[in-house]
């Protein structure tokens, strides 16, 4: 309690005591306080009975009620009571003012009031201000002087009244009384009886206390600058409206922002894209009506809320609907029903794609799409198509970054859009006729579209956000399968469309084109009347396809003649004959069956497949005298010259066995030519084709022209399969043809080929050309040991010996 390295004057004296809570009082200050406890209010009284002076001694800790003297400083302030207030709640004001420091020696009493023995202190009078003193006493001032000018607390008197205090002890005190210090800093002082280390803690207080206000008011700047800023929007966004309103532009982007809140807000979506939006329609909110970036946000926000992203249909896979469905809006096509059920059965056991990619693979015309129609139809699913025709670019799957102007989502999300729905039928038409160039390759980003492992996250340039294409249905249309790229084709399952006979086409008018084009042009009841004969004429002489697509353009045709014919007034109703539908669709575009109609030398019917299906392909082949060139016309691909060379070949290698001159190829020029259409003709099929015209012409023999063929050739003369037999053998049967010569390696086929097709026509499989001889020619050259044939060629003079001659290399 006591400080024992001070000399203290011994002028020991009894005071009462006055506990003090978060206060200390300095000498030379004066303040009031109020008091209230009863033990402090007697001690009071007593100081007021006695000569007004009383101690002032601080409680170490302020929380304390009723404080012993153990709780006390030792060292106090002696002080004289100026003034006394008893307040109405009992309390009573009081103003003090120190006098010295006192330290206390004994306790006298403690019970109902604290009187103690103490020992004051008077501040020396006549100091020695040393340069140590005076350096720090600088420094206080100094720090002082910033303090007062950060703390904006002290008035400038004040100030001026502390500092020009000569005295460096009162003026340490002073000093500390008007610092915001804790009491504990302040005893420090107190017991600071030397006056150097006085003013050298109040020196170490005051540099940490600026550090702490520096602090302080670096946090408020920044608190006031972000405040500003807040206040500057509100202010600016304030005056956007008001110049809105000026402009007559009432509703402004305010009402637009609203609107699109309200959207979002009764929109299903997951969190992230929700924030998403949120997060966009804020940015939106802050651009100004008028400008570009305005449009870019709006549209990419009008994209996402437009998407599906949870909404879903709901899908049931009946399968006796499905079938239904199927019957209702298809004829024939039994094979490909069931496998489409076989397949919506699937689909109804698990709710995501399950197995393979379905591609349905045909001509155009054949159904394609509007089966697909119909097994979104039986899935209770909406249906979107995208035709993939012509599209090279991977942006055209994958969208332009927003950076574009004008950018777009891709193809697939833009159908999404359409469809409304995460779980739509989709429909990829053509994906046969997909590019690649330097853009990119779509078909790269197609694998992601169709790879059930990979469509969950499907990323869109434009939208940004993956989007979840896993409960899509998808499915793809080709016109040639070999088309696609390899690792799309792996992920497919084809389900082959060849095309229709003439009876099915016969079918599909009457049942379904027919009622169709009816109802489109309101010919309600029987106000056209058109028989199957005529019927068959549209399809014989007015279409050449495989599908029916021609077909139903053409009954439209009619369809709006009668349309016409029965607004304009003149009949009721309208009977289709031939003389009608002639005046109708003009004469005759096709002749029926391009079967020749009589037996030629050097004139033979192949078949050939295209794209538009199965085709009659008549190949020719003139020889006159020359010097052995082969000359090939009519559009043939680089694979049917091979064939026309390797035809040759064979025949050159039975020279003997048709008695030709053995010099016979060097003597003729041999012109191939196979006429008819502007299609490109590719592929090996012609190969026994062209032998057989080949050996027509060379041996002057007819061919007969009720047979068609079609089969690959080897040099020895073996005849390899085909491809694509049931649409050639649709194309011929079309054609009239009744035998058709097949390889004996397509045998298998003719499960496809239909049932009217084969009832008709006699396929017969042949493993070798001299088969192929023995059938079409109608005078075998190959079993004339040495008679005559039938006539003499007309170039047989050309060559210099007698044809017949009986040279020794003929025998
Ligand atoms: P694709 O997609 O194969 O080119 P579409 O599906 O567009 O062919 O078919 C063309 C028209 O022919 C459609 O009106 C379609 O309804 C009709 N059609 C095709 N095949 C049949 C069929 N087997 N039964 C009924 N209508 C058919």
């Known amino acids: 309690m006591a400080t024992e390295e001070h000399s203290v004057p011994e002028t020991k004296d009894v005071y009462p005591l006055l506990p003090l809570r978060g206060l200390l009082v300095f000498p030379g200050m004066v303040l009031h306080f109020d008091v209230g406890r009863p033990k402090s209010v007697r001690a009071l009284e007593q100081a007021v009975a006695n000569d007004h002076l009383i101690v002032l001694a601080s409680q170490e800790d302020g929380q304390v009620d009723d404080p012993s003297a153990d709780d006390l400083y030792g060292i106090g302030t002696l002080a004289r009571v100026k003034q006394m207030l008893k307040l109405p709640n009992g309390t009573i004001r009081v103003l003090v003012e120190g006098l010295k420091r006192a330290v206390l020696r004994a306790f006298v009493s403690e019970d109902d009031l604290f009187t103690v023995r103490v020992e004051t202190y008077d501040e020396p009078e006549d100091v020695v201000v040393t340069p140590a003193i005076e350096a720090m006493r600088r420094s206080v001032t100094q720090q002082f002087e910033q303090y007062v000018r950060l703390s904006r607390k002290l008035d400038l008197d004040t100030y001026a009244t502390v500092v020009d205090m000569s005295h460096p002890g009162q003026f340490a005190d002073a000093v500390a009384s008007h610092l915001p210090l804790k009491v504990r800093e302040k005893q420090d002082i107190l017991e600071a009886f030397d006056i150097e280390k006085r003013l050298e803690r109040l020196l170490q207080i005051l540099s940490d206390e600026r550090e702490v206000l520096e602090l302080e008011r670096k946090i408020h700047q920044r608190v006031r600058k972000q405040m500003e800023r807040t206040q500057k929007e509100y202010y600016l966004r304030e005056q956007m409206k008001a110049i809105q309103r000026e402009l007559g532009d009432k509703e402004g982007r305010q009402a637009e922002v609203d609107e699109l809140r309200e959207k979002l807000a009764a929109k299903r979506m997951p969190d992230d894209v929700r924030d998403r939006v949120e997060k ?158 330097f853009r990119g390759d779509p078909a790269s980003a197609m694998l992601e579209v169709l790879d059930p492992e990979q469509n969950r996250a499907f990323s869109d340039h434009y939208i940004e956000i993956p989007y979840d294409l896993s409960n899509v249905l998808f499915i793809t249309t080709a016109n040639n399968v070999y088309q696609i790229p390899a690792p799309l084709r792996d992920r497919m399952e084809v389900i082959q469309l060849s095309g229709y006979t003439e009876i099915e086409k016969l079918h599909i008018a009457r049942e379904h084109l027919l009622p169709k084009q009816r109802t489109a042009h309101a010919l309600k009841g029987d106000r056209i009347r058109i028989s199957d004969d005529v019927l068959l004429e549209v399809i014989r002489h007015y279409t050449r396809e495989a599908g029916v697509r021609q077909l139903d353009r053409q009954l439209a045709a009619v369809c709006r003649k009668v349309a016409r014919a029965v607004a304009a007034g003149d009949a009721k109703r309208v009977t289709v004959t031939s003389a009608v539908l002639q005046s109708y669709l003009g004469p005759h575009k096709y002749e029926f069956g391009e079967m020749e109609t009589e037996d030629q030398v050097g ?209």
Not at 626 to 643: A, I, P, R, Y
Request: glycine content about 8%; charged content about 25%.
């Open 280 to 437: 966009e329609i804020a940015r939106l909110e802050r651009i100004p009506p008028a400008s570009a970036e305005g449009t870019v946000v709006r549209n990419y926000i009008d994209w996402l809320l437009a998407l599906p992203w949870l909404e879903a249909a709901k899908s049931t896979a009946d399968i006796a609907r499905a079938e239904r469905i199927l019957n209702e809006e298809h004829y024939g096509l039994d094979k490909v029903k069931e496998r489409i059920l076989e397949f919506i059965a699937v689909q109804a056991l698990t709710d995501k794609q399950a197995g393979p990619i379905i591609c349905l693979a045909g001509p155009p015309g054949v159904g394609k799409t509007s089966l697909a129609r119909s097994i979104a139809k039986s899935l209770k699913r909406p249906f979107v198509r995208v035709s993939l025709g012509g599209v090279r670019d991977e942006a055209e799957i994958r969208g332009h970054r927003r950076t574009y102007i004008g950018s777009m989502p891709g193809r697939i999300l833009q159908g999404m859009r359409q469809a409304s729905v995460v779980n739509p039928v989709f429909l990829l038409d053509e994906i046969d006729k997909m590019a690649s160039d």
């Open 603 to 811: 004139v033979v019917a192949g078949l050939a497949w295209t794209e538009m299906g199965g085709d009659l392909l008549l190949v020719e082949v003139s020889i006159v005298p020359g010097s052995g060139k082969l000359v090939l016309t009519g559009q043939l691909g680089d694979v049917m010259k091979e064939s026309a060379q390797t035809a040759l070949s064979y025949v050159r290698s039975r020279t003997r066995a048709l008695r030709l001159p053995p010099d016979f190829h060097e003597k003729v020029d041999i012109h191939i030519h196979v006429p008819e259409g502007a299609i490109p003709k590719d592929g090996p099929s012609a190969g026994i084709t062209m032998a057989t015209a080949l050996v027509s012409a060379l041996t002057h023999v007819r061919v007969r022209h009720d047979v068609a063929m079609t089969g690959e050739i080897t040099l020895r003369g073996r005849v390899l399969p085909i491809g694509g037999l049931k649409e050639k053998s649709l194309a011929a049967h079309r054609a009239g043809i009744r035998t058709i010569v097949i390889p004996k390696g397509n045998v298998k086929d003719l499960d496809e080929v239909p049932d009217l097709v084969k009832s008709e026509v006699e396929f017969v499989p042949v493993s070798h050309m001299d088969e192929v001889l023995r059938l079409a020619l109608v005078d075998n050259p190959l079993d004339h040991a040495g008679g005559s044939l039938a006539d003499e060629p007309w170039w047989a003079d050309v060559w210099s010996d007698s044809r017949f001659g009986g040279g020794e290399a003929h025998q």
